[in-house]
């Protein structure tokens, strides 16, 4: 007697054909739909609907305040040509990519690396005791962080200018993108580092001793043995640090974006304007620009990876 759960070939090519009201799974189009409808509902209204009345409010005049916070016109494109002709949106996207460049793409690579492959053969407590160091300083609350260096920049009282036998030098006026760019790469280093730590793992040991044995020194080894087989691993790094870094409103904590602008990042320049001067309308549209640029650095980084992968 045939068991009636037991479905033979026929009936499982028939399911994966599906009918009107079938599906792989066996439920049917009306009870599969009901299971995703709750998450479904829960995209449109924190992600499709937040990012929607964001498109219509940059092409309006909204304000907090005042007589556009009410009585609210429809400008079209205005608010984009005012930002792409604005000399501070433009010099907040040069000292963003300066920040992403000099903090994520070179600072965390190069320091997550070079402590991933100084700790592979280092004591297990030296490993231990730097891993340690090295994640207390990236889970440590930002607030917290931001204070510890407000106080050891101090120009009185500081740890920096008492090591350094420079009494009365201010950094966070002096050097703010320095300041800001050595700050996230103190903090932001352990994620590359454990991925390097854990893509050097996948370094076949037997690559490693053939290149010893034929007399490569430690950067031709490198470059010959090591990148090649994380060219993959060091990409996806990049891009993840790279928009993380892009999207880093952690400055504010340190500089808020000053001296005169000169530390004033992207996330900055719109909490400035979309908070402290209440432009709702050309806020939004700074921010919808912002958003392309992160789309543009995505998509290079990721046809970077799909050649990578041909």
Do not use: C
Not at 61 to 77: A, E, K, Y
Not at 154 to 163: I, K, M, P, Q
């Amino acid at each position: 007697m045939t068991d009636p759960t037991t479905r033979g070939p026929a009936a499982i090519a028939k399911v994966g054909q599906g009918g009107p009201d079938t599906d792989v799974a066996g439920l049917g189009r009306w009870k599969a739909s009901a299971f995703v409808t709750p998450a479904l509902l829960l995209i449109a209204a924190f992600l499709v609907f937040p990012a929607l009345w964001l498109l219509w409010i940059g092409l309006t005049d909204l304000t907090v305040s005042g007589r556009t916070s009410v009585d609210v016109s429809f400008v079209g494109l205005d608010n984009y040509a005012k930002a792409l002709q604005d000399p501070l949106f433009g010099n907040s996207v040069w000292i963003t990519l300066l920040f992403v460049f000099g903090s994520a793409i070179v600072g965390q690579n190069v320091l997550g690396f070079t402590l991933a492959w100084s700790l592979r053969k280092a004591a297990r407590w030296v490993r231990a005791m730097v891993e340690s160091l090295v994640l207390l300083a990236w889970i440590l609350p930002a607030s917290v962080v931001a204070v510890l260096w407000i106080a050891m920049l101090d120009r009185d009282e500081g740890s920096a200018n008492r090591l350094l036998n420079s009494p009365g030098y201010a950094w966070m006026i002096q050097q703010p993108l320095a300041v800001i760019i050595v700050f996230n790469i103190w903090r932001g280093t352990a994620f590359s580092m454990l991925l390097y730590s854990a893509a050097l793992s996948t370094v076949p040991p037997s690559h490693l001793e053939t290149a010893r044995l034929a007399g490569s020194s430690g950067p031709q080894t490198l470059r010959d043995v090591v990148f090649p087989s994380m060219r993959g691993h060091i990409l996806t790094n990049t891009l993840l640090i790279s928009l993380w870094t892009f999207n880093d409103f952690t400055p504010y904590l340190l500089t808020r974006g000053e001296p005169n602008h000169r530390s004033e990042t992207l996330p900055i320049f719109l909490y400035r304007q979309g908070i402290d001067d209440g432009a709702l309308g050309y806020g939004a549209a700074a921010s919808v620009l912002m958003l392309l640029i992160n789309l543009v650095l995505a998509l290079f980084y990721l046809r970077l990876l799909r050649r990578r992968a041909s």
